[in-house]
């Protein structure tokens, strides 16, 4: 009877124990399932800019991805930093303005035993972008604004890391992100030019072309009586990282 007793117990105990264990089968079973990563970047809000990225698990260890991005047209961010980088009186920084479009995809390889779209990741990626910009350029007591687009394509390499908060709710973690490429597009200022007055832009414009940073992005320029146009053309570096994008996973 003792051991009866005894028996029954130990089925009952075991049996509590797989509960458990079978739910959280259960849980790895249902979140395989679910293929789709849905995310918002947090960083980018903080600058008023729009990020959202759609991730989308395709093997194991491996899911593919893609983001695309919008600046608002409007003042450039960090305007000391960069009146520091130009460090060119004849640029007013402040009257510049900035906006995007982009959209970069990527393949992620997740190295951790957890499989795709959890853990560490190495993601190899591309990257296009289209910026709307004005260029402010002073001459002869006038400020002429160059008005364009500048498109880049470039490649890199994404190192980052996504966490599961909960049961549906991911942290995705950008930590550092090297590309680099070129960009090409045209500047263009229309407006009446005496002939002092192109003399003097195509002067503020060439010492602009010999010096950083203009000097990797001015390709050619062209002053006239009508206005002016300025070609670029260069190579272009660019760095995603810092990015913390909260994400729903279905």
Do not use: H
């Amino acid at each position: 009877m003792q051991t009866l007793k005894a028996i029954t117990a130990a089925i009952s105990f075991c049996f509590v124990l797989s509960i458990p264990l079978f739910a959280q089968k259960q849980d790895t079973a249902k979140e395989s399932q679910k293929n789709t990563i849905v995310k918002i970047n947090l960083s980018a809000l903080v600058f008023k800019n729009i990020s959202v990225q759609y991730e989308r698990k395709i093997a194991r260890n491996i899911s593919i991805a893609a983001n695309v991005r919008y600046i608002p047209f409007g003042k450039l961010p960090f305007l000391s930093s960069i009146e520091k980088a130009v460090d060119d009186p004849s640029v007013p920084v402040k009257k510049a303005k900035l906006g995007a479009f982009g959209v970069t995809p990527e393949i992620r390889f997740y190295v951790g035993k957890k499989g795709a779209m959890r853990g560490f990741y190495v993601a190899p990626f591309g990257n296009y972008t289209r910026y709307k910009t004005n260029l402010p350029i002073d001459y002869s007591g006038k400020t002429g604004i160059f008005n364009g687009n500048i498109s880049t394509i470039t490649g890199g390499l994404l190192f980052g890391a996504q966490f599961k908060l909960g049961k549906s709710v991911y942290l995705d973690w950008w930590i550092l992100g090297p590309n680099y490429g070129g960009a090409k597009g045209d500047l263009i200022l229309t407006t009446p030019l005496s002939a002092s007055e192109q003399a003097e832009l195509a002067d503020q414009i060439e010492e602009l072309k010999a010096d950083a940073p203009f000097n990797k992005i001015i390709d050619s320029y062209t002053v006239g009586s009508t206005g002016a146009l300025i070609k670029a053309r260069g190579p272009w570096a660019g760095l995603r990282g810092l990015g913390f994008n909260l994400g729903i996973r279905f």
